[in-house]
């Protein structure tokens, strides 16, 4: 590409990033303040010289990209959506029932949608930039590992930013409690301090979703996925970075990795939707929207629901307890595993796809997911039997499914004995696996205190002992765990005057990223407040970005599942 063409293309990202924060803005005005006036000049320059102007920036862009149907072919949403505006808006099409500009709400809303979705590629390319490419980084060595707590600290401010802008609230919110419920969501825990449905109106549930969405895939992962819409490619440095971050074994397999975890996402997500919409259909208002949040919520493992009682109405309910528990299993296993079960059933299902084996590390995580699941549903059935309060097997299968990482609750906490108090925090510890939507120690860290496990090792062995490496590598990472968490404890006692049992629920609870509590989390004192927020991001980030380091010598192995 000559340096003429290179330079017309800089001009119209130039071009783009201006419209971007143009749109920005007014996204901010129209929704974060509707008491504001705006002129109708103004709305009328948003609803149709903006789509048109990013219209004629992305057509002219066709004209100087040195293949325009590779490109095409990249990025056909952006062209079908502002294809769509610009047509109705000419009178061509008319996609929506009303027949005025002013009144053109749906085509307006897909303006707006594809607005904002076209800003946060932009912000992917900034971030591209910013993090990974800027010289000022670069000459002061800023270490791989240190980019996941950087990203995830920006995102948690920009998300409280956002929750505080009065246009989201059904009440005023104090900016702490939104910082809190920031924290919650990008770390997918599920703690909050006020109730979502009675303080958040349908455009702050969204918002809370997109933090929610943002969160389980990790700041990382979507970043990557912002450079390669926007930018096409990854350069070495930052291939380098993203095999680190989100999981890769190889620098080629980086792009892969981060388009599966994305296609899994939808996917899931999508048919999670689709099952609570159809079951949901009837019996709640916007049940397609209603279904799609919780879908996100389930699937990355948050535990933030739109009901009062979080989902105790549902109890008697069984296909949507079904429907959540498969959801949080599913994001619990993490998602090479998911790759690695799907690749083996279709090419046992296809005769024409090559054979492709279950991982070793893929069959570890399903069979002590599975046994943990077995495991605490009889603890909690047998605590129901003892606390004469006997319970389901629907009810302690669902207490033991959403344990470990979720925080769903179909009762409260309260009810259960100390059989049931102590099942639930052992696994809150123990948590979801390796490069999923959860937190705790991870399946496969607690497996190997029991059992010989090393992916470079085909002969395995059900002994261990303590010079076994992996073993020692295990007992080390849970040792540490647990000494944060008890230390949390004893600082919960100290601030808010808890009981042992509840503060440490409380404390293991935030470290776990669960959202499980006791009914005391909107009681919580400033101090209490701030030490749930650093255990969150120390359970979502600072706690994993650990484990990655301690392993990091050790990753080059056959098989590439993650082991923690």
Same mark, same amino acid.
């Given at each position: 590409?000559?340096?003429?063409?290179?330079?017309?293309?800089?001009?119209?990202?130039?071009?783009?990033?201006?419209?971007?924060?143009?749109?920005?803005?007014?996204?901010?005005?129209?929704?974060?303040?509707?008491?504001?006036?705006?002129?109708?000049?103004?709305?009328?320059?948003?609803?149709?010289?903006?789509?048109?102007?990013?219209?004629?920036?992305?057509?002219?862009?066709?004209?100087?990209?040195?293949?325009?149907?590779?490109?095409?072919?990249?990025?056909?949403?952006?062209?079908?959506?502002?294809?769509?505006?610009?047509?109705?808006?000419?009178?061509?099409?008319?996609?929506?029932?009303?027949?005025?500009?002013?009144?053109?709400?749906?085509?307006?809303?897909?303006?707006?949608?594809?607005?904002?979705?076209?800003?946060?590629?932009?912000?992917?390319?900034?971030?591209?930039?910013?993090?990974?490419?800027?010289?000022?980084?670069?000459?002061?060595?800023?270490?791989?590992?240190?980019?996941?707590?950087?990203?995830?600290?920006?995102?948690?401010?920009?998300?409280?930013?956002?929750?505080?802008?009065?246009?989201?609230?059904?009440?005023?919110?104090?900016?702490?409690?939104?910082?809190?419920?920031?924290?919650?969501?990008?770390?997918?825990?599920?703690?909050?301090?006020?109730?979502?449905?009675?303080?958040?109106?349908?455009?702050?549930?969204?918002?809370?979703?997109?933090?929610?969405?943002?969160?389980?895939?990790?700041?990382?992962?979507?970043?990557?996925?912002?450079?390669?819409?926007?930018?096409?490619?990854?350069?070495?440095?930052?291939?380098?970075?993203?095999?680190?971050?989100?999981?890769?074994?190889?620098?080629?397999?980086?792009?892969?990795?981060?388009?599966?975890?994305?296609?899994?996402?939808?996917?899931?997500?999508?048919?999670?939707?689709?099952?609570?919409?159809?079951?949901?259909?009837?019996?709640?208002?916007?049940?397609?929207?209603?279904?799609?949040?919780?879908?996100?919520?389930?699937?990355?493992?948050?535990?933030?629901?739109?009901?009062?009682?979080?989902?105790?109405?549902?109890?008697?309910?069984?296909?949507?307890?079904?429907?959540?528990?498969?959801?949080?299993?599913?994001?619990?296993?993490?998602?090479?595993?998911?790759?690695?079960?799907?690749?083996?059933?279709?090419?046992?299902?296809?005769?024409?796809?090559?054979?492709?084996?279950?991982?070793?590390?893929?069959?570890?995580?399903?069979?002590?997911?599975?046994?943990?699941?077995?495991?605490?549903?009889?603890?909690?059935?047998?605590?129901?039997?003892?606390?004469?309060?006997?319970?389901?097997?629907?009810?302690?299968?669902?207490?033991?499914?959403?344990?470990? !990482? #979720? $925080?769903?609750? /179909?009762?409260?906490? @309260?009810? &259960?004995?100390?059989?049931? *108090?102590?099942? =639930?925090?052992?696994?809150?510890?123990?948590?979801?696996?390796?490069?999923?939507?959860?937190?705790?120690?991870?399946?496969?860290?607690?497996?190997?205190?029991?059992?010989?496990?090393?992916?470079?090792?085909?002969?395995?062995?059900?002994?261990?002992?303590?010079?076994?490496?992996?073993?020692?590598?295990?007992?080390?990472?849970?040792?540490?765990?647990?000494?944060?968490?008890?230390?949390?404890?004893?600082?919960?006692?100290?601030?808010?005057?808890?009981?042992?049992?509840?503060?440490?629920?409380?404390?293991?609870?935030?470290?776990?990223?669960?959202?499980?509590?006791?009914?005391?989390?909107?009681?919580?004192? !400033? #101090? $209490?407040?701030? /030490?749930?927020?650093? @255990?969150? &991001?120390?359970?979502?980030? *600072?706690?994993? =970005?650990?484990?990655?380091?301690?392993?990091?010598?050790?990753?080059?192995?056959?098989?590439?599942?993650?082991?923690?």
């Amino acid at each position: 590409m000559s340096d003429r063409i290179t330079k017309r293309l800089r001009h119209l990202d130039q071009v783009a990033a201006v419209l971007g924060i143009l749109a920005f803005a007014m996204l901010i005005c129209r929704y974060g303040f509707p008491e504001l006036k705006i002129p109708r000049a103004v709305v009328f320059a948003w609803s149709a010289i903006l789509p048109i102007g990013l219209f004629l920036e992305a057509m002219y862009r066709l004209l100087w990209v040195e293949n325009p149907w590779r490109y095409l072919s990249q990025h056909p949403l952006r062209y079908l959506i502002l294809l769509m505006i610009v047509l109705e808006l000419s009178g061509v099409a008319a996609w929506s029932t009303e027949h005025t500009l002013q009144q053109r709400s749906t085509s307006f809303f897909a303006g707006e949608f594809y607005l904002a979705v076209f800003l946060f590629g932009f912000i992917g390319s900034w971030a591209k930039g910013a993090i990974m490419a800027n010289r000022w980084l670069a000459n002061r060595r800023v270490p791989v590992l240190a980019l996941p707590a950087i990203t995830f600290a920006f995102a948690i401010l920009a998300g409280a930013a956002f929750l505080s802008l009065p246009g989201l609230h059904k009440r005023p919110l104090a900016i702490l409690d939104n910082l809190f419920t920031s924290t919650s969501a990008l770390c997918v825990t599920g703690l909050s301090t006020y109730d979502i449905a009675a303080s958040l109106n349908p455009l702050g549930q969204a918002v809370l979703a997109l933090l929610i969405q943002l969160g389980g895939l990790g700041t990382m992962t979507v970043i990557g996925m912002l450079a390669l819409w926007h930018g096409g490619a990854l350069t070495f440095g930052e291939r380098v970075a993203f095999a680190e971050l989100v999981g890769g074994v190889r620098l080629r397999e980086t792009r892969q990795l981060i388009a599966t975890v994305i296609k899994i996402t939808l996917i899931v997500e999508a048919l999670g939707t689709l099952a609570f919409w159809l079951h949901w259909r009837g019996r709640l208002e916007h049940p397609l929207l209603q279904g799609a949040f919780h879908a996100i919520s389930a699937f990355c493992n948050a535990g933030f629901a739109l009901f009062n009682d979080n989902f105790a109405s549902f109890r008697d309910d069984p296909p949507t307890l079904i429907i959540l528990m498969l959801l949080i299993v599913i994001g619990g296993v993490g998602f090479p595993v998911i790759a690695n079960l799907a690749s083996t059933g279709l090419s046992r299902i296809f005769p024409w796809i090559e054979n492709r084996p279950l991982r070793q590390a893929s069959r570890v995580v399903l069979l002590w997911s599975g046994g943990l699941i077995v495991f605490g549903a009889a603890l909690f059935f047998i605590d129901g039997w003892l606390h004469q309060t006997p319970r389901l097997a629907l009810d302690a299968v669902f207490q033991s499914v959403t344990t470990r !990482t #979720a $925080g769903f609750q /179909i009762e409260s906490q @309260l009810q &259960f004995s100390t059989l049931g *108090l102590a099942s =639930t925090i052992l696994l809150m510890i123990i948590g979801a696996s390796p490069q999923s939507t959860g937190g705790g120690i991870k399946t496969t860290t607690w497996a190997r205190l029991f059992k010989r496990l090393d992916p470079r090792d085909e002969n395995q062995s059900s002994r261990w002992f303590f010079t076994f490496k992996p073993f020692r590598l295990a007992l080390l990472l849970a040792g540490f765990y647990l000494f944060l968490g008890t230390v949390a404890a004893l600082l919960l006692i100290y601030t808010d005057q808890l009981a042992v049992k509840d503060a440490t629920f409380e404390a293991f609870s935030a470290l776990g990223t669960v959202g499980l509590s006791r009914d005391i989390t909107p009681g919580l004192s !400033t #101090a $209490g407040k701030w /030490i749930d927020i650093l @255990l969150m &991001f120390t359970g979502r980030v *600072l706690y994993p =970005t650990l484990v990655m380091w301690m392993i990091r010598g050790r990753r080059e192995s056959p098989d590439p599942v993650p082991w923690a």
